[in-house]
């Protein structure tokens, strides 16, 4: 049986978000598991917004081919996506955005996402933990070709939610975020063979 490899990050660039740190534990669990695990940060990709005319006059940028050769390396994604105003961040969507652009003609429309198992998590500071954003993520996932697990947790009053070694302080929120990442390492693992 191969170890599946996951991708790990949240749809923030914030030194101090909430969304790095819950990634971050969910990252481990998925390793606890027996993920191969990758975390990447996407501050250090930073991209122009997504411009029709920048990339037909420049092709795509250098870290949008970074992304899109670690996403293609990967068998599943695991984000953490924070919500604003109701959505998903304009970052998050930046780089799924450019990471579904083709490279040569003959490539597979979607090729980075096409046959990619996500789940989903997020923290918010308000009541309803992100969980409006992770319905939009969902959507937009589903429709470019990703498998996204049923199983999802929305961490609200994040603000309170982590200790200072960034773990969770609720014994019942860790379980059930250590469960959509061993889920996600488990669906991998039968599908993988």
Not at 18 to 37: H, M, T
């Amino acid at each position: 049986m191969s170890t599946p490899k996951i991708l790990a990050f949240a749809g923030s660039t914030r030194s101090a978000s909430y969304n790095k740190q819950l990634v971050r534990f969910a990252a481990e669990a998925a390793r606890a598991a027996g993920a191969e695990v990758t975390l990447v940060d996407l501050r250090d990709y930073p991209l122009p917004l997504f411009d029709g005319d920048l990339e037909e006059q420049q092709g795509l940028p250098e870290n949008a081919k970074k992304l899109k050769a670690i996403f293609l390396a990967h068998d599943g994604l695991l984000i953490s996506s924070p919500e604003y105003n109701s959505s998903i961040t304009a970052v998050l969507k930046n780089t799924l955005d450019w990471v579904s652009r083709g490279e040569t003609d003959d490539e597979p429309a979607l090729a980075a996402y096409r046959g990619k198992t996500a789940a989903l998590i997020s923290a918010s500071p308000g009541a309803l933990g992100g969980l409006r954003g992770l319905v939009h993520l969902r959507a937009i996932l589903g429709n470019i070709g990703v498998i996204v697990l049923p199983d999802q947790v929305a961490v609200s009053k994040a603000y309170e939610a982590f200790d200072d070694k960034g773990g969770l302080k609720d014994e019942r929120t860790a379980k059930q975020v250590t469960r959509v990442a061993q889920g996600l390492v488990n669906f991998l693992k039968k599908h993988l063979g």
